[in-house]
């Protein structure tokens, strides 16, 4: 899935942008987009945003070049789009601070922003390999990346997901069922909170519902997840 932010208060730019997208990302790359409106800054504080793959920052807006800025800082891999018009110089920004990948000029133009689209999905493509290795999220609002070989288990904890190391854990927002579809083949559900990597995998205790990983730690297995569990070994397919 690929995520978008669009920060803009004009309704006809936010549809234009949503609409453009959803179709582009439908006939080129059969995925679905989630998109994330702010129409202020008020509205940035109150989202619970855990990536962002694009951006589209309106800098004639209020606060909008801080936005951007922050967006850089929390999002060190986002593509950000800058949309501004003639009256707003260059200099403010084309900086180090923002490293906006392109510019959307007013008023919005369909062919433009197909362009911009294209190329900054095309960009996306080229480093999907390297982001499917990491783990990213956000944390004291810091962008992280941590390589999936590190991951030993996902467990939902107190209305949070908790991505769980050898010698420490980060809490992370999101739901279990939408991680599920974004982790790599080698992760699998074997209990309603817990997502368990595989190649950590010691032993499986059916009987007694629970795996044991390499550095002796306990998590259960459901009865509902056994069926997946033994399929996957069965095949070769696991620890």
């Not at 995925?31 to 619970?48: G, L, N, W, Y």
């Not at 309106?58 to 936005?67: K, V």
């Not at 996306?124 to 991951?151: A, T």
């Amino acid at each position: 899935m690929i995520s978008m932010l669009i920060y803009s208060c004009k309704q006809d730019e936010i549809e234009l942008l949503q609409e453009i997208s959803r179709d582009m990302v439908a006939y080129f790359y059969d995925d679905r987009i989630e998109t994330i409106v702010a129409k202020s800054p008020e509205d940035m504080e109150k989202q619970q945003i855990g990536t962002i793959d694009i951006a589209f920052v309106d800098i004639t807006e209020h606060s909008g070049l801080q936005t951007a800025k922050d967006l850089r800082k929390r999002f060190g891999r986002a593509e950000i789009i800058i949309i501004s018009d003639n009256t707003v110089s260059p200099i403010l920004y084309l900086i180090p601070d923002i490293r906006a990948v392109s510019l959307l000029l007013k008023p919005l133009q369909y062919n433009e922003i197909q362009k911009r689209l294209k190329s900054i999905f095309s960009l996306l493509e080229r480093n999907k390999g390297d982001k499917e290795k990491f783990f990213s999220f956000e944390d004291s609002r810091e962008q992280r990346h941590i390589p999936y070989s590190q991951i030993l288990y996902f467990e939902a904890r107190n209305k949070r997901i908790y991505v769980r190391l050898s010698s420490r854990e980060y809490g992370v927002c999101g739901t279990m069922d939408t991680l599920e579809e974004q982790l790599p083949e080698n992760f699998k559900r074997c209990h309603r909170g817990y997502i368990v990597n595989l190649s950590y995998v010691d032993e499986i205790w059916y009987s007694r519902n629970f795996i044991v990983l390499k550095n002796n730690i306990e998590i259960p297995l459901s009865r509902s997840y056994k069926p997946v569990i033994k399929e996957v070994v069965k095949n070769g397919k696991g620890y």
